[in-house]
């Protein structure tokens, strides 16, 4: 029962069968093998759009830090959520890749910016006031930090407004697939239709070993060179790129990365349900996707340990449990002997 995060999770077999039938031959190196030519194309029918460029990287704090770093200058700020993974979790890398773009933090219930915080940080930003530092770049992650799901209407929303202010949008989708199977929306509806100018694509929790995807989308393509410049620089510019195409094309195919979410998503809802029949447990956000915050009685949580289960206690002192596309009914039966 091992609920401490999908990134403990192991790779998707049919992402390690990928890597094994790529691993043939030599290829092209950075990016110019045929491997990743085909992702385009398969990226392409998934996003519903030919103009975009992308980029691989291996984690996703490098992919976040990258491509904000293409938009923010190092006198400008980047607004997120207070509880954002670019905020709580990536050591200052935004700041660092940036050369010192500021990150300016706003509030909201389930790690959701609330609307008024962000019309008034919009409604501040003033350009020729030299002593404050104006935001260039909205940041806004789905799946939520706190396992929420913004509907892609909210997206565009939010997204809009920023644009008016002149803000370039990004999103943060370390876990994009989740928040898709939850609002039933399509990449192209929560992405670039939406508003979002850079998407990080996250599939490493979903069920890679190690990928995360760079899409810059119509205007924000002028920053491509850019985004490989700095790639190359911090050294994220894999050399043999191949194997980080081809755990895209593995779960890309045939929709395999959203029947993942699905599952990790279905086993989230699971658990919280056998959680909540606990009197004494309650839920701290809603679960739209694979992650429950939940408050545990001091009993609950004991059987739970006692049983062996792993999870982590967050910041406010709450409990988070992770699902994961490896997560079984098995697991699910496990934790119902555990709390009868
Ligand atoms: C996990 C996560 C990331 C990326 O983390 P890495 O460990 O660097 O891959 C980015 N954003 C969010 C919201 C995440 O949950």
Excluded at 51 to 66: E, I, R, V, Y
Excluded at 193 to 207: E, F, I, N, S, Y
Excluded at 227 to 249: C, E, T, V
Aim: proline fraction near 3%.
């Amino acid at each position: 029962m091992d609920f401490s995060s999908d990134t403990s999770a192991p790779a998707h077999p049919r992402v390690m069968e990928a890597l094994a039938r790529v691993n043939a031959g030599h290829q092209s190196s950075y990016g110019n093998d045929a491997v990743t030519a085909e992702l385009r194309g398969l990226l392409a029918r998934t996003l519903e759009i030919e103009d975009f460029d992308f980029w691989l990287c291996a984690s996703g704090t490098a992919s976040n830090a990258l491509a904000l770093s293409c938009f923010c200058p190092p006198t400008g700020a980047i607004l997120c959520h207070a509880e954002a993974h670019i905020a709580r979790d990536e050591r200052g890398a935004p700041e660092f890749f940036s050369g010192g773009g500021k990150l300016q933090l706003l509030g909201g219930d389930g790690a959701q910016i609330e609307e008024t915080e962000l019309r008034d940080a919009l409604a501040r930003i003033d350009h020729g006031f030299v002593h404050e530092t104006p935001a260039h770049v909205l940041s806004l992650t789905n799946l939520t930090e706190s396992g929420t799901a913004y509907p892609a209407a909210r997206i565009a929303h939010y997204a809009a407004l920023a644009k008016e202010a002149g803000l370039t949008v990004h999103l943060d989708g370390a876990r994009i697939a989740n928040a898709l199977v939850s609002m039933g929306a399509s990449l192209a509806d929560m992405s670039w239709r939406a508003g979002t100018d850079v998407l990080c694509l996250g599939l490493t929790k979903t069920g890679a070993m190690g990928c995360e995807i760079i899409v810059l989308f119509g205007e924000a393509r002028t920053k491509f060179n850019e985004l490989k410049a700095r790639a190359k620089r911090s050294g994220h510019m894999p050399p043999k790129m191949r194997y980080l195409a081809a755990q895209a094309i593995a779960l890309l195919t045939d929709g395999l990365w959203l029947d993942l979410a699905r599952n990790a998503n279905q086993r989230a809802q699971e658990v919280a349900n056998l959680l909540c029949r606990r009197p004494g447990t309650e839920l701290v956000h809603p679960v739209h996707g694979n992650e429950v915050f939940v408050r545990l009685d001091d009993e609950t949580a004991g059987r739970l340990r006692d049983a062996g289960a792993v999870f982590y206690t967050w910041l406010d002192g709450s409990s988070r449990l992770v699902t994961s596309w490896q997560t079984g009914a098995d697991t699910i039966d496990q934790l119902a002997s555990v709390l009868d």
